[in-house]
């Protein structure tokens, strides 16, 4: 593969997404949730394996942290971050156990999740977000077209139009930064 039909087949998938009213109505409808979590005292936590891990990671820390600007720090953060906790509950309980387990200790009604899966199909996700249903938090899946048993459980899906595990990755951290940006001018407005 070229390096130029890497960047056109990514550009390819975002074109896709810009011209898609569903698509951008649905990100405006996560950042409404996230808003409305966030003014009640709620929290978005994050979920997602190996890379999708690392842009759960890295969309918590923005809102954790900051996006643009300074503002007070938003609670947000990636299921997986403690290692500890990780390999603990992976050797007891099983790795399809370990978001699931840590969102019934810190999850609370009214609280939203949003796991990212290229497939969907990602059994703990998938187990996370039947524990989120039992607790009452707002399930947001990010995907792959094909959306896997996420989007059949989840409250709000996104299904990125590719079957291309790097070009949706590349989608959901766009995405993802969106979320944050919008989310972050929302409940902080700049003068």
Same mark, same amino acid.
């Not at 390096?3 to 990514?10: H, L, Q, T, Y």
């Given at each position: 593969?070229s ?5 056109? $087949?990514?550009i ?6 810009l011209? $898609?009213e569903?698509?951008?109505? %649905?990100i &405006?409808?996560i /950042?409404? %949730?996230?808003?409305?979590?966030y ?6 936590l994050?979920?997602g394996?190996? @890379?999708?891990?690392? $842009?759960?990671q890295h =969309?918590?820390?923005?809102l954790? !942290?900051?996006?643009?600007y &300074? #503002?007070p720090?938003?609670?947000s ?6 290692t500890?906790? =990780?390999?603990a509950?992976?050797?007891d ?5 370990v978001?699931? #387990?840590?969102?019934? @200790?810190? @999850? ?6 949003i !796991?990212?899966? %290229? ?7 998938v187990?996370?977000f039947e524990?989120?249903k039992? %607790?009452?938090i707002t399930t947001?899946? =990010?995907?792959g ?7 059949e459980i989840a409250?709000? /899906? ?5 079957? &291309?595990t790097?070009?949706?990755?590349e989608?959901h951290?766009?995405? @993802?930064?969106?979320i944050?940006?919008?989310i972050?001018?929302?409940l902080?407005?700049?003068?």
């Open positions: 593969m390096i130029k039909k890497a960047i056109s $087949d990514s390819s998938v975002k074109e896709k997404i011209n $898609d569903s698509i951008i109505n %649905t &405006d409808k /950042v409404s %949730t996230c808003v409305a979590t003014r009640n005292d709620g929290k978005v994050f979920c394996n190996g @890379g999708s891990a690392a $842009d759960a =969309l918590a820390a923005e954790s !942290g900051r996006f643009y &300074d #503002r720090p938003l609670n953060e990636a299921l997986h971050v403690n500890s906790y =990780l390999t509950v992976g050797n309980y099983g790795y399809d156990m978001f699931s #387990r840590m969102l019934k @200790g810190i @999850g609370r009604k009214g609280d939203v999740i !796991g990212l899966s %290229t497939s969907g199909n990602s059994t703990n996700v187990k996370a524990q989120a039992e %607790t009452g947001v899946a =990010l995907t077209e094909s959306g896997g048993k996420m989007a409250d709000i /899906v996104i299904k990125v139009p590719s079957k &291309d790097p070009r949706i990755q989608a951290i766009l995405i @993802g930064h969106i944050c940006q919008l972050e001018s929302e902080f407005p700049k003068n």
